[in-house]
């Protein structure tokens, strides 16, 4: 039988704890920077670093594009379903930015990359199977949102086969933020449009008459004069939620600050999309009194959709410096650098 190894009494665990905390008081008073806290825990999976995209010989480049073929031919009707709401509802128009926008999250974050799996991560077959049970799913229930849905957990199976777990849990903010691409379904939709869109019509109205508009609302109708502005369901629905909570994750993720500091950039979209929305109906009522063609009426109100978008992400990125400025993470400071700062206001 093998022997069990005895542990140290505990007069040699308290010298160790001795020389530890004497250790960190000589590197302290030299005014060298060191942390605390214990040291993690030898990662019990090995991990090699990835070289950057530019370094990625040819024939990595072709495998991409072999990979990114196939899935555009098994997904090319959910695509082009999804590309159709972008282009002709410009409520969902910020759909052209999600991809670009995911994959600037991942560089933004590419010091935090963990690293790669030595080898292939079977568990990420489950993710894989879990897209392809999705997708069979929507086909019966003719479900094209929900087909699009099955992308997420299909990207995230295969960086997890490729890369390793960790891998995956570090790309996995920016392959969530996909979600917003997908057009609502048509019930959730229209859920809440009743209640959002007589929020939309007083509030527009009230706006109207601060820039000194004769407007009167009557049930979701706003009458600017002998003008009819009918506020919409597909303007003032849900779907002014999606591009402003797109916006508010996309700058949530990039706060590089506690959970908190996060959750106040997603709270803060809920009114700034009634304000958002509210302004764009001003626009297009004040815009109406000097544009009598149908033409031009129709451009103003898909151009004011993509303003629309556009201020959101501006509002919410401004949201996000104000906070970072008036709460600043404390600095580490050495016990050196404290003792001069206090010897200076001495």
Request: glycine residues 8%; charged residues 15%.
């Amino acid at each position: 039988m093998s022997k069990r190894k005895k542990s140290p009494p505990a007069a040699v665990k308290r010298r160790r704890d001795r020389s530890a905390v004497a250790e960190q008081n000589r590197k302290l008073a030299s005014g060298v920077s060191t942390s605390l806290r214990p040291k993690p825990a030898k990662e019990s999976e090995p991990l090699y670093r990835v070289s950057g995209p530019g370094r990625w010989s040819m024939k990595v480049w072709g495998y991409l594009v072999i990979a990114a073929l196939i899935l555009g031919y098994v997904y090319w009707p959910t695509i082009a379903w999804m590309v159709d709401s972008w282009q002709n509802e410009p409520d969902y128009g910020h759909g052209w930015f999600v991809l670009p926008l995911a994959i600037y999250l991942c560089y933004q974050r590419a010091d935090k990359f963990p690293g790669a799996s030595s080898g292939v991560a079977w568990g990420g077959l489950a993710l894989v199977l879990l897209a392809v049970v999705m997708r069979i799913g929507s086909r019966m229930a003719y479900a094209d949102f929900f087909d699009a849905y099955s992308l997420v957990p299909l990207i995230a199976g295969a960086v997890w086969c490729l890369l390793g777990l960790r891998a995956m849990l570090w790309a996995l903010p920016a392959i969530l933020f996909l979600l917003f691409a997908v057009p609502l379904p048509y019930r959730m939709e229209s859920g809440l449009s009743w209640q959002l869109q007589g929020v939309a019509t007083e509030f527009s109205t009230f706006l109207l008459r601060a820039v000194g508009l004769p407007a009167v609302s009557e049930g979701h109708v706003v009458w600017i004069g002998d003008e009819k502005l009918m506020v919409e369901e597909a303007c003032s629905g849900l779907r002014i939620f999606v591009g402003m909570a797109a916006c508010a994750y996309f700058w949530a993720v990039l706060n590089d600050r506690h959970w908190s500091d996060r959750m106040v950039l997603c709270v803060a979209a809920v009114p700034l999309a009634l304000f958002v929305n509210a302004m764009r109906i001003v626009l297009i009522g004040v815009l109406y009194q000097w544009i009598e063609s149908p033409s031009g009426q129709h451009m103003v109100h898909d151009v004011s959709g993509y303003l629309m978008i556009a201020a959101s992400f501006a509002l919410l990125g401004a949201i996000s410096v104000y906070w970072r400025q008036v709460y600043k993470k404390v600095p580490v400071m050495t016990a050196r650098e404290t003792l001069r700062g206090s010897l200076g206001h001495s």
